[in-house]
């Protein structure tokens, strides 16, 4: 009986135990992906151009920048040494939009790291190499402006067209 009992329990739980199946993830369309991809590349160049005008560099053309991943990138392809973890050190953190160090003299020994802080401030890194490693020389920061990211809105309308779709087929 008590086995029978058991047996009883048993199949209950498996028949009525939820199914755990992935669901089916709707991929964006390519023109949604293009929208936000935009979206977002147009959200960095106003907190980008925000943080130079703030320290008088938007008109003055940099010789090269590099962002945050482009280092990493790099690291990858070149291997770990002193000089990219003292440089990695100096670009972590939190901040908006992109952290990028800047090179505005073909003299890549002085290098400037410019970036706006989760706070909105504007903050300016005067970096200079010494022997294998790079060091902070200067700490200048100055009040940016909020800067907003306008979401794109064609994620919702891609999932309504994939509805109706699938009313029409």
Same mark, same amino acid.
């Not at 706006?116 to 020389?137: A, G, H, R």
């Given at each position: 009986? =008590? ?12 028949? %009525?135990?939820?199914? $755990? ?5 709707? @991929?964006?369309?390519?023109?949604? =992906? /293009? +929208?936000?991809? @935009? ?5 960095? %160049?106003? !907190?980008? %151009? ?12 940099? !010789? ?17 040494? @002193? ?7 100096? +670009? ?6 992109? /952290? ?9 020994? *002085? ?6 802080? *989760? %706070?909105?401030?504007?903050? +300016?890194?005067? *970096? ?16 940016? /402006? ?6 794109? =809105?064609?994620?919702?309308? $891609?999932?309504?067209? /994939? ?7």
């Amino acid at each position: 009986m =008590k086995k029978l009992f058991f047996l009883l329990l048993v199949l209950f739980v498996t028949i %009525n135990a939820p199914i $755990h199946s992935k669901a089916e993830e709707q @991929e964006l369309s390519a023109k949604c =992906k /293009k +929208m936000l991809e @935009e979206t977002k590349a147009e959200y960095i %160049n106003l !907190v980008n %151009n925000d943080v130079l005008s703030s320290f008088d560099l938007l008109e003055r053309e940099p !010789v090269v920048y590099f962002t945050a991943s482009e280092l990493w990138k790099n690291e990858i392809l070149s291997g770990k040494n @002193e000089v990219f973890d003292s440089l990695k050190k100096l +670009m972590t953190g939190k901040y908006r939009g992109e /952290k990028r160090l800047y090179f505005f003299e073909p003299d890549p020994k *002085i290098g400037y790291i410019l970036f706006k802080d *989760i %706070n909105n401030n504007n903050v +300016m890194l005067t *970096i200079e190499k010494e022997q294998d490693k790079w060091v902070l020389k200067e700490k200048i920061v100055k009040e940016g /402006k909020e800067i907003s990211l306008e979401t794109a =809105k064609c994620d919702e309308q $891609h999932f309504m067209q /994939k509805m109706f779709d699938n009313l029409y087929p």
